[in-house]
């Protein structure tokens, strides 16, 4: 193991030159990992990584869900629960049918047990490849809002699917009664599970004298003990740490200094992206291992390549089915929305952009790699294969959607309504930053007028206390002025967190406002 450590080093290093690169190209990262680590493939005399399909799932799922739990908005996650419920669980479900039934029917000797496997691992978009692509490109509010809640949720359901057909994969038949009983405790069990877990280390994190390091190494371990603890009782680990994580990130301002937000902030960032890449390097490495158990059960690589390309042809049909059966269904059982709609051109436009952001990444590569190498003694069927099918939707997914969608969404910009939400955003912003200067203005003005007379330092807070805070002039702030900034961050954020209770309120611009704050904070604390 030694030995390969620099060759490790060395793909680290890689992985950051390649965020680099997409940065200056202006597209995703995941896009250009998942071709590096096809390209990996090819060279000759590298070390394959083997690690036990056992902690697949456990090294990697429970940071890259939490992380993703707490950049999520749970009042829009609230606003638009039916679209997202939809597209969490009957959407993955429908999808994993027919990915089932494709793949039965056009691979020889593959069971519909095998096709829910492969469809539990193909089946739910990718939160952070679809965050990644949308950073250069703004799409719609709503779309936004949909796909960062169902990302959460759609996989908790998928892996639920992929845990049940590898049960039936093992023992050879489903009896719905149990697993109906099963599923229930899973969902129960796992939000319990998390809620409890999320709890206990709130209290931690309020009565332990910590601070941001610290801070930091309890929100690293939390999605682990979520998962392990939900896992171990036979619930769904993954819904554990998506509840829990949900459950910590709105009410980090309860429990969290601003000091361990702004550096968990950048510890968290840092982690995920290289758990990313680190999923599709070792896919890469193990291609041609892959590709050789796919020659020796004498399937032609060309043939595995076409399955690839069916199932995601299938994959991309059933999102777009599904994202226009979901605007009619609501234009016939919500009437009052559909007249609000007027089936406009916009109207028909949105499920396009919604369908069309379906791309796979990391989490499919994971469930993909946790599937056991041995099934009752013998290797499990077409392992392999799915690992390469696999490997080919995330590809051809990445590469053709991912490249297109910011080309679809600024070809129709006009119509998705894009103009007007910067416009209305922009608006919201200076509103938001109006109430909340003469909120503090008015605090202030009365503590001054009570306890303040005749301070200088005070008299400049309160006529300038924005302009002031942002001067790099920081000379008139002494010991009793410290005091009172301080406080007046606490009041900001206050103010902040009571105004987002307003559904109207974007929540993405308060969490800009209270970082802004929070940096303010750290440069006042150490003045």
């Known amino acids: 193991m ?3 450590l620099p060759f490790f080093f060395t793909i680290i290093v890689l992985i950051v030159l390649l965020n680099l690169w997409a940065n200056k190209l202006k597209i995703a990262y995941p896009i250009l990992l998942v071709i590096a680590g096809l390209g990996i493939s090819f060279i000759p005399e590298l070390p394959i990584l083997h690690i036990d399909p056992d902690l697949i799932f456990f090294i990697f799922l429970p940071p890259l869900l939490f992380e993703a739990s707490w950049s999520v908005s749970l009042k829009e996650m609230k606003k638009w629960w039916r679209i997202i419920g939809s597209f969490a669980f009957l959407v993955v479900f429908f999808t994993a049918f027919l990915v089932a039934i494709v793949s039965n029917h056009i691979i020889p000797g593959f069971s519909i047990a095998l096709g829910f496997v492969l469809g539990g691992i193909v089946s739910p978009p990718d939160a952070v490849s679809t965050g990644a692509i949308t950073k250069f490109v703004k799409i719609p509010k709503s779309t936004s809002a949909i796909l960062e809640g169902e ?10 699917i992929f845990r049940f057909a590898l049960i039936t994969v093992g023992t050879g038949q489903f009896i719905w009664q149990e697993a109906i009983v099963d599923f229930v405790w899973m969902l129960i069990g796992g939000v319990g599970i998390g809620l409890i877990i999320a709890w206990i280390f709130m209290q931690a994190h309020k009565r332990l004298a910590t601070d941001a390091p610290s801070d930091i190494i309890l929100t690293l371990i939390a ?11 036979h619930c769904s680990g993954v ?21 361990s937000r702004l550096k968990g902030f950048n510890f968290w960032e840092s982690f995920v992206f290289l758990l990313n890449g680190l999923v599709f390097f070792i896919i890469g490495l193990g291609l041609p291992e892959i590709v050789a158990g796919i020659k020796s059960n004498g399937i032609p690589i060309e043939t595995a390549i076409g399955y690839g390309v069916i199932v995601t042809i299938v994959l991309i049909l059933a999102r777009m089915i599904s994202s226009y059966t979901a605007m009619f269904s609501t234009m016939i059982f919500r009437p009052q929305v559909a007249h609000s709609m007027n089936f406009s051109r916009r109207t028909f436009l949105t499920p396009l952009a919604l369908g069309w952001t379906g791309m796979r990444g990391v989490v499919s590569l994971a469930a993909a790699l946790s599937i056991p190498l041995k099934l009752n003694g013998e290797p499990f069927p077409y392992r392999n294969l799915i690992l390469f099918v696999t490997f080919v939707v995330i590809l051809l997914t990445l590469v053709i959607q991912g490249l297109t969608l910011p080309y679809i969404i600024n070809k129709y910009k006009p119509f998705l309504g894009l103009e007007q939400q910067e416009k209305d955003e ?23 007028e009570r306890d303040w ?6 008299e400049r807070v309160l006529k300038h206390w924005e302009e002031q ?3 790099q002039d920081v000379r008139w702030i002494d010991d009793n002025i410290k005091v009172v900034l301080l406080e007046m961050f606490e009041i900001q954020r206050d103010y902040l967190n009571e105004l987002n209770k307003d559904p109207e309120i974007n929540e993405e611009l308060i969490r800009q406002q209270i970082h802004q704050i929070d940096l303010e904070e750290e440069r006042i604390r150490f003045v």
């Not at 999605?223 to 009782?233: G, S």
């Not at 819904?239 to 000091?259: H, I, P, R, T």
């Not at 007379?453 to 005070?458: E, K, L, P, R, V």
């Open 2 to 4: 030694i030995e390969h």
């Open 151 to 160: 990302s959460l949720l759609n996989d908790a359901s998928s892996l639920i």
């Open 223 to 233: 999605p682990y003990i979520m998962y392990y603890v939900a896992e171990e009782m």
């Open 426 to 448: 922009a608006e919201m912003h200076m509103q938001i930053k109006k109430g909340l200067k003469q909120h503090v203005y008015i605090h202030i003005k009365e503590k001054y």
């Open 453 to 458: 007379i005749g301070h200088a330092g005070m």
């Open 469 to 471: 805070a942002n001067s």
């Open 239 to 259: 819904l554990a740490v998506v509840c829990g994580g949900l459950f910590m990130s709105s009410n980090q301002l309860k429990f969290l200094a601003s000091s």
